[in-house]
């Protein structure tokens, strides 16, 4: 009986210790499970990628650079605009394979390119590294500085996990290794903080071609009219895939007003143009300074026949020969939207081709099928090849031209500076040529403007001063039906691409 009970007594103590051991064991596992949730809490606080442009206050500008599906995309903005940002979370989307608006790829490859490797740790650097979650990063081999504290030196690489399983690569490069330091890479994108040198700049077009990849920029024009003016800003050659948008203080919904407009009074007009508004410094010089291209550049629409309303020619055989269609809504606003523009052509080449854009736009002819068109009375002259003005040959070819046009330059621009300045002219993306000379017609001596890459500014000159109104309009409440106008433009205008 006794060695029973002991038996007993021993079985209990067993069940006992067993029941303190899984209460222990449960203890230590929900212990685990809460420092495992405070570790998850303390990340998703410093997620910095999962907060980018959310919540109440968003960057459109950022999010307009990112919806772009152009291949050469720049942000040319103020200090502090938030420009850099966009262009490190880019870098971060592409290499995990994550962007929300583009066709992701696995084992991505790209360079984020500084003007040295001390600006590369104290900005680009740092911003990847600010976007970059520890947990997704596979490997760092630094330059200089410990693998352990990658922010305190210079990073040559960094790779990244892919979403898709594989492996991609960030490196950082440095204007100042020189050219020779950017061949023969094959990559997915480059991205220049900052405007780089330009055999640099063609040496990375060189190292996404075979893989389409894409090239942004990130910078504040504080250089003068560079490259980057006539390549990207000008787009003279007309390269389709150049895209770009202008950052200024007031588009970053995060810095303080008091803040900016306290350093603004301090800062010169020329640091204010560069610094603040991202713009390159030659407001000074130019002609049509009241342009902006965000306001009066919109994407292309179907436009009602009514509106439809005359073309205009400023002729040129060697020179280039521009023409313009123009259209008019029910408020006087005035839309240019077609052109053509080409040099070292015969009339019957530029009267067809302005009668093929004119089928394209379904453009109004009159009941004997023809084109009507305002230009330049000097076209009014016989050509040295023949006995017949340009005017004639036009005539013959089915566009019948009126040279009674107003060509006194001052009232002209001043005309045109009115419209742009009361927001009633707006040129479609696709008049390029237009666009260009917009951007870069600037004055000469003698309060005269430089008569270089002026045509199709003639053109619109022409047409402008034929118009029964000037482009004054007397203040009044705005109808529903021109604040509904206004707000379509502003959609189109937010979600161009």
């Not at 950082?172 to 405007?195: P, T």
């Not at 306001?295 to 439809?308: A, G, L, M, N, Q």
């Amino acid at each position: 009986m006794k060695r029973i009970q002991v038996e007993k007594s021993k079985i209990l103590r067993k069940n006992v210790d067993e029941k303190e051991q899984k209460s222990v064991e449960k203890r230590e596992i929900v212990e685990r499970i809460l420092s495992i949730e405070k570790i998850l809490a303390e990340r998703e606080k410093s997620d910095w990628l999962k907060k980018y442009n959310t919540g109440n206050k968003r960057h459109e500008k950022q999010i307009l650079f990112h919806r772009s599906k152009k291949r050469n995309r720049w942000v040319f903005g103020g200090n502090r605009s938030g420009k850099t940002e966009c262009g490190a979370v880019e870098a971060v989307w592409y290499a995990r394979g994550i962007h929300p608006y583009r066709e992701n790829r696995i084992n991505v490859e790209g360079w984020v390119v500084s003007l040295s490797y001390e600006v590369q740790r104290d900005v680009a650097q740092a911003k990847i590294l600010k976007y970059l979650n520890p947990l997704w990063i596979d490997s760092i081999k630094m330059q200089s500085g410990k693998q352990s504290s990658p922010e305190y030196g210079v990073i040559d690489y960094i790779i990244v996990k892919n979403v898709f399983g594989g492996k991609s690569k960030i490196a950082f490069k440095s204007c100042d290794q020189g050219r020779e330091k950017f061949q023969g890479a094959s990559l997915d994108f480059v991205w220049f903080d900052e405007e780089p040198p330009k055999d640099i700049y063609d040496e990375c077009r060189m190292r996404v071609l075979d893989r389409r990849g894409d090239i942004w920029g990130t910078m504040t024009p504080l250089k003068g009219l560079t490259w980057v003016y006539d390549e990207i800003y000008i787009n003279k050659k007309n390269n389709p895939e150049v895209w770009y948008t202008q950052m200024e203080w007031a588009d970053n919904p995060y810095l303080d007003k008091e803040e900016t407009d306290m350093l603004t009074s301090s800062m010169s007009k020329e640091e204010i143009e560069s610094r603040r508004y991202g713009r390159f410094n030659v407001a000074e010089g130019l002609v049509y300074t009241e342009f902006d291209p965000e306001e009066c550049v919109i994407e292309p629409f179907s436009v009602p026949s009514v509106w439809h309303d005359n073309v205009s020619i400023d002729p040129g055989l060697n020179n280039p020969l521009a023409c313009l269609f123009f259209a008019v809504d029910h408020d006087g606003n005035v839309y240019v939207i077609g052109e053509h523009y080409e040099a070292g052509k015969n009339v019957d080449y530029h009267a067809s081709a302005i009668a093929s854009l004119a089928d394209e736009l379904n453009f109004k002819r009159d009941p004997l099928g023809r084109l009507h068109a305002l230009i330049d009375s000097a076209a009014n002259q016989t050509t040295l090849s023949g006995t017949k003005s340009v005017v004639e040959l036009f005539y013959e070819r089915g566009i019948v031209c009126n040279s009674a046009v107003n060509k006194d330059v001052w009232s002209g621009i001043n005309t045109v500076k009115s419209y742009l300045r009361n927001r009633r002219l707006f040129i479609f993306s696709s008049c390029k040529h237009l666009i260009g000379e917009m951007k870069s017609y600037s004055w000469g001596k003698g309060d005269k403007p430089k008569k270089i890459d002026d045509h199709a500014l003639d053109a619109l000159r022409y047409y402008i001063m034929s118009r029964p109104e000037s482009a004054k309009r007397e203040k009044y409440v705005k109808s529903e039906i021109e604040k509904d106008k206004e707000r379509l433009i502003k959609r189109r205008r937010n979600y161009r691409i």
